[in-house]
């Protein structure tokens, strides 16, 4: 089973600035990688998928890289809505599919 | 537009059994394969269960393998999920997730909780 890290666990951010989170995998993934952003109460909505395409709807301020075992999920400037928890899950050796354990994105 | 629209979670004892349902609209179900997903309280995701379009393949989580029956009836555009043994580990909101690519999950239900406690 591969197992997916993310970092940091939580990440303050001021509104307007730029954050990154990070997403390891113990072995490659290739591109196959995917983001969701997680509200209090609701699902997981679907943001990235390839490492690096944007799902439909999803603004251009969110971008995705990265490739094997290292990606970067990076929103370019922060708004309000966008202070949430995300998650990294890989789809290259499954099953299972696995997440990582999420990074809370909160303001500063 | 998608819509996913879970149903049949509650408390249940350890031991005990509950079926969930997830009902589909807005696209064509028989077309899609499809997931379930929990999450316990306060926690990650993890993947539960798959099951392909037309039902002939299904994959289980480790954790949930000989207790969790996935299925699903593409003339109602239904999918379910068998839960037996329950322990209460199991305690979770879980997931309807529609499958794409290979696989990621590009809609989610609202989640249904199950409680297993006695």
């Known amino acids: 089973e591969i197992v997916m890290t993310q970092s940091p666990a939580t990440l303050s951010v001021s509104p307007g600035e730029r954050a990154t989170l990070s997403c390891r995998a113990s072995q490659s993934v290739s591109s196959s990688l995917a983001w969701y952003q997680q509200k209090p109460g609701q699902a997981p909505r679907l943001l990235i998928h390839?490492?690096?395409t944007r799902a439909t709807g999803i603004p251009a301020r969110f971008s995705g890289s990265g490739s094997g075992t290292e990606f970067t999920l990076t929103i370019s400037s922060l708004q309000s809505e966008d202070f949430a928890v995300y998650y990294c899950q890989q789809y290259n050796n499954w099953p299972p599919c696995t997440f990582g354990q999420g990074t809370k994105l909160e303001i500063k | 537009q998608v819509q996913l629209v879970e149903s049949g979670g509650g408390l249940v004892k350890p031991g005990g059994s509950l079926r969930l349902s997830c009902a589909a609209s807005g696209f064509t179900f028989s077309d899609y394969y499809m997931s379930w997903i929990r999450q316990a309280p306060g926690k990650g995701l993890e993947w539960v269960s798959y099951?392909?379009?037309?039902?002939?393949?299904?994959y289980y989580a480790d954790s949930v393998k000989g207790r969790f029956t996935i299925s699903r009836d593409n003339a109602k555009n239904s999918l379910y999920l068998q839960m037996n043994s329950l322990r209460a580990e199991d305690t979770a909101v879980y997931y309807c997730?529609?499958?794409?690519?290979?696989?990621?999950?590009?809609?989610w239900g609202q989640g249904t909780l199950v409680t297993v406690s006695s």
């Open positions: 099951i392909s379009s037309s039902g002939s393949t299904i």
């Open positions: 997730s529609r499958g794409s690519g290979w696989i990621y999950f590009d809609s």
């Open positions: 390839g490492a690096s």
